[in-house]
């Protein structure tokens, strides 16, 4: 430029001489030839004459657009006046005001086209010599582009508006004309179709009269969208003003030109194909009613565009749609393609569109309809990194410069070039490059990066479709039951509840799916539940919103197979998907005060305990409680549900618990054996079934059996009355129960617990209760224990361990309750039996698979070795014990 500085100078003394000799000796020019051919015809037009206007740097401007555009070196010339007026603009830079085209009255149909046509193209000029001479950056320029566009349209619009409310008359509904694609995003190309919507706002109503009479509002807003077509894409002697592709309405060229908002409302919400959110998310309406028919537009696009959740399902469209490109790009040979190649404009554009519809829907601020934008938002909210921020804005400028370069020369929408011919010696020229191969080695880098970047985020590889899938390919993979597991999946990608889209991104997910269903406890389970999981909607948004969160779908999997224990309480209440995989709650330790504040926010007693069970279990699963621990966060939730309770329905009486609640070892599905106490006679009999139903409610099972005469006897009885029968009539196996006695809530504490402690230990366990005991166990495992399959009382069961804890409680008497705690002290008192704790864990482990899955998973081959090994430790207690009772008698 300081060669062309140096020129410019000496201007106003030149001569054509001197422009020739500038043309011969300016490095910087593309194509000196087609500069020499239209300086001359500049030449001849001015009548070899150099204008005052011309007689400075400007001319040299003039003379490098002519290297760089035959197109805008034709129109320039044929519109020779036109330049005086380019030189005061070209410096300038515009705001959207100054882009207008103002109305002429009386001015014929032929008159207008021509001028719009050549005022397009004048304002064509201007950015292209700004361009070429880097007055604008790239922003500015696509910018200026589109602003032209609208300025056109508008003008457009309210021509045709004028001949038609002639012909028909007013309509009773406001009209907008929608740019789409790079036009909604302000970023059009120099030489760019343009994408198009018309759309009215209700097809209800006519128009006012006029001199061909009335239309109904769509047969109107019809002829007046087909004018603007007309209008715009004629050929006249100036040309074509654009060429305008209608393709993106719905149902394509087969449907309407022009839609109202319900039918679109209706497209949108059965019928649209998920490529069509890529289209709306540029959508802008440009010209006509924007205030109220444009918004009302856009409110809907919005819904159609956009998921509340973190959506995944577009992925699978991307891939669909490059490989059709791939398909296109393939059919060009050799050539380059600049924008649909691999690495090109188009996998820019669809990384950045991709992340806003898969993301946009839960993160509204990362959503633009102009590329630069939306990725710089990208970066901001660490949806990619500064680096892959900074490659893919370099490159798309880059590929954009080159697509624009290409295009200045004859105007035409083309994005290829052959690498070997001359076009790409210009290009490269026009790009800044001292030759071709210096261009082609840049280009080819940076279509290597973008294509990277675009792998990366949208990795192909060799998944199959789940409807691909077939029972061989299944048994491949390990199932055990493939035809069913066959079967399954076209339940699954038929049913009704199920979106197209949905049942598009299940089939997508492929292998990673059945890879998640193999890693399960139970696949049968799995494909049960997620049919009824997919019933409600709250478990279809759930599930297509976490795609991306490969730990939650492996949690929700873990979840759906276990038998009834979530799928019941997902049902009784769905909402609780929205919190059970918060990190807070997952690593809380579950206590009655952690549940009272949860009871406080969520005023719902059933839905804190679905969703505080389903957290121990995640718990429990995740290794953050052990087996022993776990059935203590079980057993809280019950303290919890009994607490407030027992505080609504203030009864008179005491509460306390045995068996499994009582000790804090309850499961999934145990009974709560409750006892009521009061100090005098009660009559809060209905009070304490109160309390029963609304435990039974919540899906307990409630055993009042241990009170004393059991059944017979009174539901609330009296201390006096339990402190007689501890004296007098209760029998043996009563002692063993009440190893595990609770008290709850009442103001019985002290004396209660003193019956109890007196009742336990003021006898001495003897050799012949002892003997009883023991009697007492083979009774239960003869009537009880069914076969190998029953794991509690059959010989080996929990029940060989419980009643070692009974036994030695009573022996040492002291009452501990817990098992693990009682086998802990038994362990670190005599080393020998140091293993029964981690036989009792790993027994009520397997109870807990078996309650929770319906079924033995871990433990399913182990079963037996573990019931010998506990049956054996029971022998050696009950020899070791004997010897002991015998040695104090």
């Known amino acids: ?75 320039l010339i044929k519109h020779i006046k036109l330049l005086e007026k380019l030189k005061t603009i070209y410096k300038k830079s515009f705001f959207p005001s100054d882009f207008f085209v103002p109305t002429i009255e009386g001015e014929t149909e032929k008159q207008f086209m021509n001028r719009i046509r050549i005022y397009k193209n004048f304002q064509m000029a201007r950015v292209v010599l700004r361009d ?32 038609m409310e002639k012909r028909y008359g007013k309509p009773s509904s406001g009209y907008i004309v929608i740019d789409m694609g790079k036009a909604g995003g302000f970023e059009l190309n120099y030489s760019s179709d343009i994408d198009l919507l018309y759309v009215y706002e209700s097809r209800y109503g006519e128009t006012t009269g006029g001199n061909y009479g009335k239309l109904q509002n769509h047969d109107y807003f019809v002829l007046l969208s087909n004018y603007i077509t007309d209008l715009l894409s004629k050929k006249t002697e100036e040309g074509i003003c654009m060429v305008i592709d209608l393709r993106l309405r719905p149902n394509g060229t087969l449907g309407p030109i022009c839609n109202d908002i319900e039918a679109l409302e209706q497209y949108y919400t059965a019928v649209a194909r998920p490529w069509e959110r890529f289209a709306l998310l540029k959508a802008r309406p440009s010209a006509g009613d924007v205030k109220r028919t444009g918004i009302e537009f ?39 393609d600049l924008k649909l190649g691999e690495g090109g404009i188009r996998e820019i554009e669809f990384i950045v569109q991709a992340f806003q519809l898969i993301y946009g829907g839960k993160y509204p601020q990362i959503r633009s309809q102009n590329t630069l934008i939306a990725l710089k938002r990208l970066l901001k909210w660490g949806f990619i990194t500064e680096k892959e921020y900074s490659d893919l804005r370099s490159s798309y400028l880059f590929l954009r410069q080159a697509e624009h370069m290409l295009q200045i020369t004859n105007f035409r929408q083309t994005q290829t070039f052959h690498p070997e011919g001359e076009e790409a010696e210009e290009l490269a020229r026009k790009m800044g490059f001292k030759d071709r191969e210096s261009f082609l080695k840049k280009l080819n880098q940076i279509m290597k990066t973008v294509n990277a970047y675009f792998n990366k985020f949208f990795p192909t590889g060799d998944r199959k479709p789940l409807s691909v899938v077939t029972a061989e ?11 069913e597991v066959k079967r399954f999946i076209e339940v699954l990608l038929n049913l009704k509840t199920l979106s197209p889209e949905e049942v598009n991104t299940l089939d997508v997910m492929g292998d990673r799916f059945l890879e998640l269903l193999f890693e399960v406890p139970s696949s049968k389970n799995t ?63 579950i206590t009655v005060e952690r549940l009272k504040k949860d009871f406080e926010e969520f005023k719902n007693l059933r839905f804190v305990k679905n969703l505080s069970e389903i957290r121990a279990l995640l718990r429990l699963r995740l290794g953050r409680v052990k087996i022993e621990e776990f059935l203590k966060e079980i057993t809280a939730i019950v303290d919890f549900l009994l607490d407030i309770i027992y505080t609504e329905v203030r009864p008179d009486f005491s509460l306390a618990s045995v068996g499994k609640h009582g000790s804090r070892e309850m499961n999934i599905g145990s009974d709560i054996d ?27 099972e409630v055993d009042t059996r241990l009170r004393p005469f059991g059944e017979k006897g009174e539901l609330v009885f009296t201390i006096n009355y ?39 230990f003021e006898k001495p366990l003897d050799f012949e209760t002892l003997n009883e005991i023991f009697e007492m166990r083979k009774v239960l495992e003869r009537e ?43 362990g670190d008192t005599e080393k020998k039996f140091k293993k029964a704790i981690k036989l009792y864990r790993q027994i009520r482990w397997a109870e807990t698979e078996k309650r929770i899955f319906g079924e033995y998973i871990f433990y399913s081959d182990r079963i037996e070795l573990l019931k010998k090994e506990i049956r054996k430790m029971y022998q050696e207690f009950s020899q070791w014990i004997k010897t002991r009772v015998s040695a104090n008698t």
């Open 1 to 75: 430029m300081e060669f062309l500085m140096n020129k410019c100078r000496s201007t106003f003394e030149t001569e054509w001489q001197k422009v020739l000799d500038f043309i011969e000796g300016y490095e910087g020019l593309p194509n000196k030839r087609r500069a020499l051919i239209y300086t001359e015809k500049l030449r001849e037009r001015l009548s070899h004459q150099i204008p005052e206007f011309l007689a400075d740097e400007f001319l040299f401007h003039i003379v490098i657009l002519f290297s760089y555009s035959s197109f805008l070196g034709e129109f």
């Open 132 to 163: 070429i001479l880097k007055l604008a950056d790239f922003e500015e320029l696509v910018r200026d582009v589109t602003l032209i566009h609208d300025s056109i349209i508008k003008a457009t619009l309210k021509f045709a508006e004028s001949v």
């Open 298 to 336: 856009l409110k809907l696009a919005k819904t159609f565009i956009f998921r509340k959740y973190v959506d995944l399902t577009l992925i699978e469209e991307v891939l669909r749609l490059k490989e059709l490109i791939k398909s296109k790009v393939n059919k060009k040979g050799k050539k380059i």
């Open 473 to 483: 390919d299944l048994e491949k993979m390990g199932f055990r039951e493939p035809l």
């Open 527 to 589: 494909m049960k539940n997620l049919v009824s999981f997919f019933e409600k909607e709250e478990g279809r948004v759930f599930f297509f919103s976490i795609l991306s969160e490969i730990h939650a779908l492996k949690l929700l999997f873990y979840l759906l197979s276990t038998k009834e224990f979530f799928i019941k309480r997902f049902r009784e209440t769905p909402e609780i998907v929205d919190l059970m995989f918060n990190p807070t709650y997952i690593e809380e330790p």
């Open 674 to 700: 409750l006892l009521f106490f009061s100090s005098l006679p009660s009559k809060d009999n209905q009070k304490a079934l109160e309390i029963i139903k609304r435990l039974e409610s919540l899906g307990y």
């Open 722 to 760: 339990f402190k007689k029968y501890t004296e007098t009539t209760a029998r043996v196996w009563e002692r063993l129960a009440f190893t595990r006695f609770r008290f709850l809530y009442g103001n019985l504490k002290g004396e209660t617990e003193k019956i109890v402690e007196k009742f336990l």
């Open 784 to 826: 009880l224990g069914k076969g190998q399959k029953d794991i509690k009382y059959s010989c080996g069961g929990v029940v060989d361990l419980e009643f070692i804890s009974y036994i030695y409680q009573l022996f040492i008497k002291k009452r501990i309750g817990n098992t693990f705690e009682v086998l802990s002290l038994l």
